[in-house]
């Protein structure tokens, strides 16, 4: 499995090769999407893509925590984390690139399912 991270200028250059806007087009408008994301989430709401998965903002209580040098108990604040949760076209598209399938052959799959 690879370890490479996509980036935004990897985005930005999948755009500008698929879509065929410029680079400085494509770099503008995939800081435009991700910042309507982030801006959505940071409100509080969620943030459904579909074939993909959603960003969910949860409300986590005050706990106990410990620091694993000391062993010392340590309270943690409430707080509000984001969580991913992927669709299910995602997590059947994962599991065949594990088995050896191709992505495009089980989007088809969960296409047909769907109908």
Same mark, same amino acid.
């Given at each position: 499995m690879s370890e490479k991270t996509l980036t935004r200028a990897d985005l930005a250059e999948a755009v500008f090769r698929k879509?065929?806007?410029s680079r400085t087009e494509s770099a503008?408008? $995939?800081e435009m999407?991700?910042?309507e994301?982030?801006?959505?989430?940071a409100k509080g709401e969620a943030v459904k893509i579909s074939s993909f998965g959603s960003f969910l903002v949860r409300e986590k209580n005050e706990r106990v925590g410990r620091?694993?040098?000391?062993g010392?108990?340590?309270p943690i604040s409430p707080?509000? $984390?984001v969580v991913f949760k992927p669709s299910n076209v995602m997590k059947d598209r994962i599991l065949a690139s594990h088995n050896g399938r191709r992505p495009a052959d089980v989007e088809v799959e969960a296409l047909k399912a769907a109908e």
């Amino acid at each position: 499995m690879s370890e490479k991270t996509l980036t935004r200028a990897d985005l930005a250059e999948a755009v500008f090769r698929k879509i065929g806007l410029s680079r400085t087009e494509s770099a503008y408008l $995939v800081e435009m999407v991700l910042g309507e994301i982030c801006s959505t989430i940071a409100k509080g709401e969620a943030v459904k893509i579909s074939s993909f998965g959603s960003f969910l903002v949860r409300e986590k209580n005050e706990r106990v925590g410990r620091n694993p040098k000391t062993g010392q108990e340590v309270p943690i604040s409430p707080r509000r $984390v984001v969580v991913f949760k992927p669709s299910n076209v995602m997590k059947d598209r994962i599991l065949a690139s594990h088995n050896g399938r191709r992505p495009a052959d089980v989007e088809v799959e969960a296409l047909k399912a769907a109908e």
